[in-house]
């Protein structure tokens, strides 16, 4: 997958009045208690989730995209029940799903499933692949449905079989028998056997080959118009978000950090934690060149995150304008800047297109944006970025006592 490939398009809108989201988020937070001691008392927590608010309109494919570890898992396990949240809200369909238990919640997870990450783990080794989809099936079988009955099941089985590209006969197969495009496509017909509205993705393709996982995309881009799947996928890969995201929403260590159209924000983005993740996008054409935008430092520990902006500890735009001091004084207020884009950022009006197209060459440009001209709010304009010097850039223990790097005395 490539930068240059196109995105799947907006979201599907009519000419009246604007439908209610499927899904609404509000505040949601995710804590994990670190317990030490004798005593096994709590010492912290580890901020996974930390107030994230978004919503996804019936239809849309939502990206949420990020670094390892800054909560994107997490949070879409947490909204489909597999964990249980600290605090917030959300719901689908206007249903609340955190205040579902026992019977409510077993059929609320009609309307909403998940696919996994690893296509071998997720699946029982010692259960047939009509046991592994049937599963959910028999567990929400009731007198309407029939899925008790093992003849009905086993055909609502091979019709999802089907619909994901494998033939009906491999029902009595094993998962070893499988290869791995074929195995997550064992999955997605699990996550489909109950009809459900929204699905969670978490990072399907990015245990899969390069050649598998263009197929897998267009697979689900095929299933989200037959079956009107609402989406929320997950990934680290800007290239696959680009492909089959209608919105996009860029989290760094448990806060969502800016979110817009997929064609907004890859066209101009603002916060410069995006912009670093688009610099490390390999362009497939020699001819364009750009600067790799390299962070400095390690990311924080969500059990102690930096105050103010929690990127603020590796923020080249920062250091750029001279340290700020509500960098790190003052948590930054997500807010918008363009019709739609979202930011959370002190200075992201500082950024013209110009200085960032020089890290990422898919910016526009010469297309004005409806952002404010940074001379009108009263703060520096930064026409040129500059990156560290990779002596910044390398682990400290690679540097020796002069000040010169093991790296650039193996390429004298």
Known sequence: MTATMESSGAAPSGGGPAEAPLIVVEDLVKYYPIYGGILRRKLADVKA???????????????????????????????????????????????QIFDKNGHDLKRLRRRMQIIFQDPVGSLNPRMPISDIIGEGLLAQADRENRWGDRKVRDKRVGDFLEAVGLRRDYTRRYPHEFSGGQ???????????????????DEPVSALDVSIQSQILNLLLDLRREYDLTFLFVAHNLSVVQYISDRVAVMYLGKIVEMATVDELYAHPR????????????????RVKKRRLVLTGDVPSPANPPSGCRFHTRCW?????????????????????????????HWAETLVDAAVAEVVPSVDTTVPTELPRPEDVGVPVVTQIETPPIAEVLEPSTTTETGTSNADKGQT
């Open 49 to 95: 989730v930390d107030g994230v608010s978004f919503e996804i309109p019936k239809g849309e494919v939502f990206g949420l995209v990020g670094e390892s570890g800054c909560g994107k898992s997490t949070l879409g396990k947490t909204l489909v029940r597999l964990q249980a949240p600290t605090s917030g809200n959300a719901s689908i369909g206007g249903e």
């Open 183 to 201: 195995r997550q496509r064992i999955g997605i017909a699990r996550a489909l056997a109950l009809d459900p509205d929204f699905i969670v993705c």
């Open 271 to 286: 916060h410069p934690y995006t912009i670093a993740l688009l610099s490390a996008i390999p362009d497939p054409d020699p």
């Open 317 to 345: 735009l920062r250091r750029q304008l001279n340290n700020p001091e509500n960098c790190e004084t003052e948590d930054p207020p997500f807010r918008e800047l363009a019709s739609g884009h979202e930011v959370a950022c």
